[in-house]
């Protein structure tokens, strides 16, 4: 079955600390995104990619880089953690000139 | 920046009644409005879609789309207990957005038995 697979699930990371969120998506989808979700804020767009070695800021880049490698895997990068980015994050996939987003699990990420 | 909001933040229901969910967005020229359930400790999973103005029915589900008012409305026909979840509405502009949704804070449904 096709899915979206995040790792690691939790993440506890001390503050200055570099962090890479992982992403594996099975679907063979063009399109891959990192979203994250805080309590009254809804799911916010970090970053997103059309394909393999392309990437685009989302609306709330700043703090944060991806690497989209291979058509399957799409990283999220932390250089230098902040307690601000604690919180969960979603990496997405969707096919090319349709709408909907296939989400994984999520990993919750702690910053201290 | 397209705005989403959702209403209301929280509902409880009693199992087999109606369930009434709102969004309103800020840009008539959305393409699409998408809401999206979300099950504790897991991802979002798109349950239903609308793109013109009226109604749209799968199931249980009923969808009304009102582009002058820019507002859209879920219903849940028959809640049961596995309807308990957050639900998301999300928008899609209408071009130049590369299927980019812009999600709201949420409804948090509740089903009782």
């Known amino acids: 079955e096709a899915a979206v697979t995040q790792s690691p699930r939790n993440k506890v990371a001390v503050t200055g600390g570099k962090v890479t969120l992982s992403c594996n998506q099975t679907?063979?989808?063009?399109?891959m995104y990192w979203y994250r979700q805080d309590t009254g804020h809804g799911l916010r767009l970090i970053h997103y990619s059309y394909g393999a070695g392309s990437t685009e800021k989302g609306d709330i880049p700043d703090g944060y880089k991806a690497s989209r490698p291979s058509q399957e895997n799409f990283s999220l990068i932390l250089e230098l953690a902040t307690p601000s980015q604690t919180s969960v994050y979603f990496c997405?996939?969707?096919?090319?000139?349709?709408?909907?987003?296939?989400f994984g699990a999520g990993t919750r990420l702690s910053v201290l | 920046q397209e705005k989403v909001q959702q209403s209301p933040e929280s509902l409880i229901v009693p199992e087999g009644a109606m369930s009434s969910l709102n969004c309103t967005f800020s840009?008539?020229?959305?393409?699409s409005i998408w809401w999206y359930q979300q099950h504790p400790g897991k991802g979002p999973e798109a349950l239903i879609s609308i793109f013109s103005n009226g109604n749209k029915k799968e199931g249980r589900l009923t969808v009304y789309l009102n582009r002058a008012s820019l507002h859209v409305s879920l219903h849940i026909r028959d809640s049961q207990p596995s309807d308990s979840a957050v639900y998301l509405c999300a928008v899609k502009k209408l071009s130049g957005s590369f299927n980019k949704l812009t999600f709201g804070a949420g409804t948090r449904l509740a089903v009782c038995p």
């Open positions: 679907n063979n989808h063009n399109n």
């Open positions: 840009n008539s020229a959305s393409q």
């Open positions: 997405a996939s969707g096919p090319l000139g349709e709408n909907t987003l296939y």
